[in-house]
């Protein structure tokens, strides 16, 4: 069996691969690269630089796709179905790395980090400007009461927030943290003073939160999203940051990565991450592990975890 990993993942993950398979690393293909390539392989590993679509999957002979992380956007689930292929993806390596950004982006939003910090680093000692405001007391809405979502409900409930959640998948009274009230998407839009969003990007979640969703919002609400881009209108966002309506955002996600060209980031209301929130050495040998023990499982036609 031969296995290509074609974007970088941790050595601990592709070490299991190669007791079991044949494997290469081969990264920064270009779609018509890897169509070439690809016949040859019988699994592939990929985390988000690689677009996994319909045209490389039709000229493969995969039995297997592996996502090292959450997010499977970034593979045509209904075509690798269509041909009988499996997708796995690492649903819980990288749930505290994804939580901690996204509470470090709150933070930075609310005391104005990264401004004060660039003002002092450009000789300037300037404590008028950066005056921030404190999350104790405020509502925090959650988008999406997932791993990522509890987890990040329960760090702000130790910084003294209040939890407004929204997840029609959920039940409400299996929630063991009873400070967290799960309520609609308009009461949760509506009250909360920042607003945070956890859900996978699908046709249900693109574009959630447009014009109209945020005309509901408080004034000067903050919004983070370190989920997916795509789940803001960035239109719609860039007007209501330049308009004020909305306070401020931080953003560790966009529609088109890199965003190297979007407005956004020129704001002066907006902090923005480089897509960092699994960023970390813990959470990339994770889930490098984890996608690699169901990459040997199903080339072993055993039982996979995360199908
Ligand atoms: P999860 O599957 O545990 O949780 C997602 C939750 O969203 C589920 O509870 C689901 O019921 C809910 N949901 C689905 N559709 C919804 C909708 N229309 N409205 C409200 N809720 C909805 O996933 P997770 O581990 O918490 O991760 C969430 C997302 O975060 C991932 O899909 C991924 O795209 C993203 N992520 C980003 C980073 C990053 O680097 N920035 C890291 C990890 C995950
Ligand atoms: C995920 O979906 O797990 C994250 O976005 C992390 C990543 O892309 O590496």
Redesign the pocket.
């Known amino acids: 069996m031969r296995v290509l990993v074609s974007d970088d993942l941790a050595q601990e993950g592709i070490d299991i691969l190669k007791k079991e398979f044949d494997v290469d690393v081969k990264t920064k293909l270009s779609e018509e690269e890897l169509m070439e390539i690809i016949p040859n392989y019988d699994a592939l590993v990929v985390r988000s630089a690689t677009k996994v679509t319909k045209n490389i999957i039709e000229k493969s002979n995969l039995k297997v796709i592996g996502r090292a992380?959450?997010?499977v956007?970034n593979i045509d689930v209904d075509a690798a179905t269509h041909k009988g292929i499996l997708v796995v993806n690492a649903?819980e390596g990288?749930?505290i790395?994804?939580s901690e950004?996204t509470i470090a982006l709150l933070m930075s939003v609310a005391r104005n980090i990264p401004a004060a910090v660039m003002s002092l680093k450009n000789k300037k000692w300037d404590r008028k400007s950066f005056v921030g405001i404190e999350v104790r007391g405020k509502t925090l809405g959650i988008?999406?009461?997932?791993?990522?979502?509890k987890d990040v409900a329960a760090k702000a409930i130790g910084l003294g927030m209040n939890i407004l959640a929204?997840?029609?998948?959920?039940i409400n009274n299996t929630l063991e943290n009873t400070h967290i009230k799960v309520t609609d998407?308009e009461t949760v839009l509506k009250n909360s003073d920042f607003i945070t969003f956890?859900?996978?990007?699908?046709k249900?979640?693109y574009h959630?939160i447009d014009k109209d969703q945020i005309s509901i919002m408080k004034d000067k609400v903050i919004l983070i999203n370190?989920?997916?881009g795509g789940i803001i209108n960035e239109e719609a966002l860039y007007e209501a940051l330049v308009s004020g309506k909305v306070g401020a955002c931080a953003l560790?996600?966009f529609e088109h990565e890199p965003p190297l060209e979007s407005p956004l980031i020129d704001l002066p209301n907006v902090v923005a991450t480089p897509?960092?929130?699994?960023?970390t050495a813990e959470a990339q040998i994770n889930v490098a592990i984890e996608v690699a023990n169901d990459i040997i499982r199903a080339l072993k036609g055993e039982l996979v975890k995360n199908a």
């Open positions: 992380g959450v997010g956007d649903p990288n749930t790395a994804a950004h988008v999406g009461l997932g791993r990522i979502g929204y997840d029609p998948y959920i998407f956890h859900v996978p990007l699908t249900a979640t959630m370190c989920a997916r560790d996600v897509h960092l929130g699994a960023s």
